[in-house]
């Protein structure tokens, strides 16, 4: 299997390539997310298999990465389901690919979760999960003021202000580009997850870090500006998602929400 995509589009889709899981399954995907994919026999960053040279212009595929994939009996891929060019070479390569749409259509107002298992042939609902060594929970936050699009955040000052006013001290965490001073910082999303799955509550934008916190089975309060929580929510039974134009959503209503979460 071959899976592309940011943090979270990979975490959504977790149920599906588990469903998939066959004899011998290998899965390609984002050098980040490797650690993530516990399930299969062997997991490869795209980058190091070659892949991404297939299709390019005035490129020949190595000879190695399509004498890799010809061994598979079946490929599934939402590698490349957009790119003519690169289902055309694998076409004339007569390689074993099942293509599957990268992303949910907005207008099915289907959750991302459910649709990846719908196209994969399999049924649901279900919820990502990422499994970390049993670890006892500790008296804390984390927050996560960041995600892929500034549209996304939430006002860095509403965050302090609610740090200020919770009743347990928090962790700030960020990514390797993200400037936060003190940040707590891990370069292996499994470590971070297994971390993150330890406080009594996380708090975070539509992101990666908030879908991979979900996923670890922390209790996650996630708020929702432009994105469709209907679609990309993160799935948990302690997950709960304050949606609405992000510069009007106060600080009180956050603190509600994750004093009654807290409160569980």
């Not at 040279?53 to 599934?76: E, H, K, M, N």
């Not at 799955?197 to 908030?210: K, M």
Request: hydrophobic share 40%; aromatic share 8%.
């Amino acid at each position: 299997m071959i899976r592309p995509g940011g943090i979270g589009d990979c975490i959504l889709s977790l149920p599906a390539l588990e469903c998939l899981k066959a004899g011998y399954t290998e899965v390609w995907a984002p050098a980040n997310v490797v650690p993530l994919i516990q399930f299969a026999d062997c997991v490869r960053s795209i980058a190091s298999t070659g892949l991404d040279l297939v299709g390019l212009p005035g490129i020949d595929p190595p000879p190695a990465t399509v004498g890799r994939l010809r061994s598979f009996d079946s490929i599934v891929s939402w590698y490349g389901s957009n790119r003519d060019e690169f289902r055309s070479e694998v076409a004339r390569l007569q390689l074993p690919f099942r293509f599957l749409p990268a992303l949910p259509n907005p207008s099915d107002r289907i959750h991302a979760v459910d649709f990846f298992l719908r196209e994969a042939g399999c049924s649901g609902p279900a919820h990502p999960s990422i499994h970390c060594p049993p670890a006892p929970q500790r008296d804390f936050a984390v927050m996560h003021p960041f995600s892929g699009s500034p549209r996304k955040n939430w006002p860095i000052d509403s965050y302090r202000e609610l740090a200020h006013r919770l009743p347990l001290p928090v962790s700030w965490c960020a990514g390797p580009e993200e400037q936060l001073a003190g940040a707590v910082r891990f370069e292996n999303l499994l470590e971070l997850a297994c971390w993150i799955r330890t406080a009594r509550v996380y708090i975070g934008n539509d992101s990666g870090i908030t879908h991979l916190a979900g996923a670890a089975g922390a209790p996650v309060v996630a708020l929702f500006g432009p994105s469709d929580p209907a679609i990309w929510s993160p799935r948990g039974t302690l997950t709960r998602v304050v949606a609405g134009k992000l510069d009007d959503i106060s600080v009180e209503q956050v603190l509600e929400v994750v004093l009654d979460l807290l409160r569980r």
